[in-house]
């Protein structure tokens, strides 16, 4: 089927608005403007825009509405939904039960990391993991971002759970970067966590950067992300807050080098964002990010939490520009590989699968 023309498969991605920020928006935004647009005819079903109760009831209500309508019409249609931990399972259980009850294959991808999915399954209470447990085994196909991901899942059911990663966003070659050595300009150090969450590891980066920033002058770091400031800062070291995305994309086609020191993660969007710019990579050995990068190839990996190594790692790539320049092209090869392959390949093949 797929060797002829465009395929008439249409398949709904329900989940956020792709217009909010965020993960998940980011991903379905992704989905929607990639080759796999050029095969099927994938259509947004917003279940989430606003975190205020009545209008996210509200929404949710319309959408499920929509999606109902949109599975009783002819022809071959799947329903791809995406969800996180936490609140967000409830309406995706839903979700999946409405798509089942109309007859139409539901695929369930979970973009949640090992940790976070640990800490909520704990939680639940029997009747709640029963719900979880029978969500996942409705489904057609039950996707995780990552491979420790499933094996988390697994622990809850029997299900077979496959990995799919999330998609890097498509981005023009950056230019290569000007060497600071050269002409005195400032190397840039880019991180995107914020402070709100602590698994992000802000305070593991304001740790490290004393020994980061001792004897360089020449070294600027940038820190952005939503939430309240980290208060008082060293000297070269600049709060922006939430940035937008045209903002976000300034500053990752500005930075020098990028870096994410996360204590759980399970596919994070601003590494992948980062890998598509070419940037040169320090990120902590958590989630899917041991299972898309590797150490010394296409990043610097660091144990989580460890300030001492995520410093020296750092250090390391400040003082080597030749050395950033080979991990930036190789991680930016490396996502365009990821898209190709394993991502939409793989839900290509999925989508195929689910109609047969």
């Known amino acids: 089927m797929d060797g002829g023309g465009p395929l008439k498969i249409r398949v709904a991605q329900v989940g956020p608005d792709p217009a909010s920020p965020g993960g998940m928006p ?35 209500t319309v959408s499920v509405l929509a999606l ?23 309406r995706k259980a839903f979700v ?16 949640a990391g090992p940790g976070d999915l640990e800490e909520f399954i704990d939680r639940l209470g029997p009747l709640r993991r029963r719900i979880l447990r029978t969500t ?24 077979e759970i496959e990995v799919v990663p999330n998609p890097p966003p498509q981005i023009a070659r950056r230019e290569s970067p000007i060497e600071p050595e050269a002409n005195g300009r400032e190397v840039s150090v880019l991180y995107l966590g914020g402070f709100a969450d602590p698994a992000k590891g802000g305070a593991v980066l304001l740790d490290a950067l004393p020994s980061l920033l001792a004897g360089r002058a020449d070294v600027r770091v940038v820190l952005a992300g939503p939430g309240e400031g980290p208060g008082s800062l060293p000297e070269r070291v600049l709060w922006d807050g939430f940035l937008a995305e045209s903002e976000k994309n300034r500053a990752l086609e500005e930075a ?101």
């Open 68 to 90: 109902t309508r949109w599975c009783a019409r002819p022809g071959l249609r799947i329903v791809h939904v995406h969800m996180a931990a936490r609140g967000s399972m409830y």
């Open 26 to 60: 980011a991903v379905i935004g992704a989905l929607l403007q990639s080759p796999l647009a050029d095969r099927f005819k994938l259509e947004a079903i917003p279940t989430y825009r606003d975190s205020r109760p009545v209008r996210r009831l509200l929404l949710f």
């Open 136 to 159: 996942l085994e409705m489904s057609d196909f039950v996707l995780s971002v990552s491979t420790s991901g499933a094996e988390v899942l697994n622990r809850l059911s029997d299900a």
């Open 96 to 111: 999946v039960g409405v798509a089942k009850a109309m007859r139409r294959p539901a695929i369930l991808q979970i973009h």
């Open 256 to 356: 020098d080098l990028f870096v994410m020191p996360s204590l759980s993660e399970g596919m994070p969007i601003a590494l992948l964002e980062a890998m598509a710019y070419g940037l040169p990579i320090v990120a902590s050995r958590v989630g899917a990010v041991p299972e898309i990068l590797t150490d010394g190839l296409d990043a610097a990996l660091v144990d989580p939490g460890d300030a001492e190594q995520l410093a020296e790692a750092l250090a390391h790539l400040l003082a080597a520009p030749a050395r950033r320049e080979a991990l930036g092209k190789a991680a930016e090869e490396r996502a365009r590989r990821l898209a190709d392959n394993d991502v939409y390949g793989q839900l290509g093949r999925i989508y195929l699968d689910a109609v047969r």
